[in-house]
């Protein structure tokens, strides 16, 4: 048997068409649903405005809702509006005064005559609350709908109908339509985000949940969910046999190699022990059949070409000849998933090979909801490796010195193949850097905790183990035999 394919009118507005799998079904009725000020008309015209750079035509009707005039004002701050369009390809009308001296009947005319007229292919009615509450009944509002599903499938012309949430029952004109878009706003705290979920989407599936977006000088721009977007690879996995130079000579030695390739490795430690500093080196390794690139939040692109200058690490000549990336997101609201788009899109534009993450902690802190980390970064890193990407990140720990290494996320350890901890250790009054390597995947390495210093011009230098002393991982070393250490044992 074969399957009857839904033709579709693509919205062109980005992340859009991917939540819905190609965009809206041909000739159909769509609700665009939402609060006021949560961007329906904004995405209506970006759909119009797209429709028509396509060699569409569009009608665009108002009921009550703001003047064309103030409209269009507000439009023409928008990238996509292009007034040249207008009449001849995009008209705006009013039906508010036909709906006032016929009611639901008189509009309808209305909307049959001017589809016609202006042989439009999209429809846009404005301000369905206003239709809805001049209905006698449930019963001629959906006979009002019904008729303009049969007027839309008849001159092949996609509806949008926008409108505000009334209460908590289901509107009748639920049941009727193709699909149904609601846009809403989340808040915690001092934060709102924006969201949209596709409540319907007849015929077709659709990627559920939960999809944040922005309002911008472009209009909207919508990030589809990490763990939705990706649940599927987009490449196929395979086991990298070689290993990678972390660029640092004594780590190299301790891994007996370097990091096994494609996989995902931790620096976790306390702040300014030196993590961006070995991912300095890390990325230090990158060449043009190798690329890197720098995610962080906390160093700007100058500090951090500063910083990796004063370890002896050339990236300036590496960002220059465009071997190496920097991408530097100011801390502030950012978007989970609007970061992870941008990261994986980074990757892909460049065919990277090599990244630092520089600052998980950059991650936790644009999210709304913590709980969701474990699953995200599950499936992000899962998309990176099958890329055949190396991924080191760095991670914050919260005691300076400290008796355990705590991982600032439950979970996240599970999800790591390759973990080096970065230590300060008390001893002979004098704080010194110490490194372990906690984790390596399907491979043998170093044991030892060593101490390492940070050098000018040579960067991280690796030396050799302790010996003669104990307790170095609580953060203050004991000699070996000392009372104090007999007693703990």
Sequence with gaps: MTLNRIERVPSG??????????????????ILQGTPGVGKTTLANQISYHH????????????????????????GTMSFFEPDRLFNQISY??????????????????????IVAHQATVLVLDGLVAAQDSAASDTEFKTFIQELQTQSALQDCT??????????????????????????ETQ??????RALWVRKHRGSDFMPGR??????????????????????MTHADQAWPDKISTGVEGLDAMLLGGLPEA???????????????????????????????????YETPPRLLQKAASLGVDLKSAVDAGTVEVLWQPCGENVQDALAHRLLRAVERRHVRRVLLDGLGGFLEASLEPERIGRFFAVLTNELKARGVSLLYTMETRDIFGSSVEMPVTGISSLVENLIALRYVEHDSRARRLLAILKLRDSGFDPGIRQFVIQ??????????????????????????????????
């Design 263 to 297: 996989t995902i490795t931790g620096i976790v430690g306390p702040s300014g022990v030196g993590k961006t500093s070995l991912g300095v080196h890390f990325i230090g390794q990158s060449r043009p059949t190798e690329p890197g690139l720098i995610f962080g939040f």
């Design 188 to 193: 915690r705290g001092s934060r709102i985000e």
């Design 13 to 30: 507005v980005q992340g859009l068409d991917a939540i819905l799998h190609g965009g809206f079904a041909r000739g159909g009725i769509h």
């Design 456 to 489: 000018d011009r040579r960067g991280i230098v690796v030396q050799d183990e302790f010996t003669g002393l104990q307790r170095l991982l609580s953060g203050s070393a004991e000699r070996s035999g000392s009372p104090t250490a007999r007693e703990g044992t």
């Design 211 to 232: 999809h944040t977006y922005r309002i911008t000088d472009a209009g909207l721009v919508i990030y589809p969910r990490i763990e939705v977007a990706y649940h599927e």
């Design 52 to 75: 028509a750079v396509g060699g569409g035509r569009v009608l665009y009707v108002t009921l009550l809702s703001e003047t064309h005039a103030r409209m269009l004002l507000n439009l």
């Design 93 to 114: 009308i009013s039906g508010f005064g036909a709906l006032q001296s016929e009611g639901l009947q008189g509009l309808i005319t209305l909307l049959r005559r001017d």
């Design 159 to 184: 509806t949008f109908l926008l409108t505000t949430a009334k209460g908590r029952r289901v509107p009748p004109e639920y049941t009727m339509v193709d699909g149904i878009l609601e846009l809403g």
